[in-house]
């Protein structure tokens, strides 16, 4: 059954996948890579997503998803452009999805975009995503991402903070474009500290490696 | 500008709409159609669906322009579009008007269709 393995492939081990997370609110999710099945799970996600969730993820308002986007949203190949959705452990439902797409063909950086259903906010699914989307994203040869947010989204710039961020100049003053660069699994793991952010035993803002304080 | 926009965007034929008017005497808006859907719009209007040829058509032109008009009748005067372009092509990564992601670059946007806008305040 299985041929050479071409990449990705690795990326779709059934063993590795659902992953069980408890938040920190002690509610469960299960994460896994997007496949182009799920195309109704992202619709139904979708609808979950306020007006303004919506605004935060696109930039523009979204009243709706066409099935074009729909399918550039699931079709994906787990290398250039890799997502991971997040289900409600009890129940199944679609709570959040964070995706990379690789900036140009051949590049080591990718565009990184989260959105989390309004009432699922707060958990810490976005970071729960993000981390296991960097690891994925160092496997595809990805040292860098990059992220689009609007200057007052708060919650986006403190995620983006605590994952190292720097900020990247850009034309528009209404946008803030920063820069995330991924640690290798050789220095301090991002998943490690990204879990202690995340449990808020820490507070840092390093530049990689530097020791948190 | 962005309530209308979403106005403007739960039409079924159309897959963007990016509103400008800054420092400007009045709204105008870009608009996109949804690619999947011009097919359907021209059958409707017993056209070609061809989307450069689109762009430009009256009988299109009239049909979005009903729907500028309804999205309008629920704002105030200030707020509604008093003039529209239609593009001939989808909103492209390419230009960095949408990023990889598909977030909308409204700075990228404007920039690069600026003859367009120009037009519409003549």
Not at chain 1, 181 to 186: I, R, Y
Not at chain 2, 26 to 45: H, R
Request: proline share 6%; glycine share 6%; aromatic share 6%.
């Amino acid at each position: 059954m299985s041929e050479a393995a071409t990449a990705g492939e690795p990326a779709l081990r059934p063993s590795r996948w659902p992953e069980r997370v408890t938040l920190r609110d002690g509610s469960e999710v299960e994460i896994r890579p997007v496949r182009a099945d799920d195309k109704q799970l992202l619709r139904d996600g979708f609808e979950r997503l306020s007006a303004e969730s919506r605004y935060r993820r696109f930039l523009v308002p979204m009243p709706k998803l066409s099935a074009r986007l729909v399918r550039y949203l699931t079709e994906v190949d787990h290398h250039d452009h890799e997502a991971l959705g997040a289900l409600a452990a009890d129940g199944g439902e679609p709570v959040g999805i964070a995706r990379y797409v690789r900036t140009d063909a051949g590049s080591d950086a990718a565009e990184v975009a989260v959105a989390v259903v309004d009432d699922w906010h707060g958990r810490g699914v976005a970071t729960a995503l993000l981390t296991r989307l960097a690891e994925r994203a160092r496997e595809e040869g990805i040292v860098r991402f990059t992220a689009t947010c609007q200057a007052g989204n708060e919650e986006a710039l403190d995620l983006v903070g605590d994952l190292g961020a720097t900020r990247m100049t850009g034309t528009d003053p209404l946008l803030v474009e920063a820069q995330i660069e991924l640690p290798a699994a050789s220095e301090r793991s991002l998943s490690e500290l990204l879990r202690a952010a995340a449990a808020r035993r820490l507070v840092f803002r390093p530049r990689w490696p530097a020791e948190p304080r | 500008p962005s309530n209308i926009e979403t106005a403007l965007k739960e039409s079924r034929w159309i897959a963007e709409a990016v509103v400008f008017g800054d420092k400007r005497p009045y709204l105008v808006a870009l608009i996109t159609l949804d690619p999947d859907e011009a097919p359907a719009l021209a059958a409707k209007l017993g056209i070609a669906p061809d989307r450069a040829a689109m762009a430009t058509d009256e009988a299109v032109r009239a049909a979005i322009g009903a729907v500028v008009e309804e999205a309008n009748a629920r704002f105030a005067r200030i707020e509604q579009i008093k003039r529209f372009a239609i593009l001939p092509h989808d909103l492209t990564q390419a230009g960095g008007e949408l990023t990889p992601t598909l977030k909308v670059k409204r700075r990228v946007v404007y920039d690069t269709y600026a003859d367009v806008f120009d037009g519409l305040y003549e």
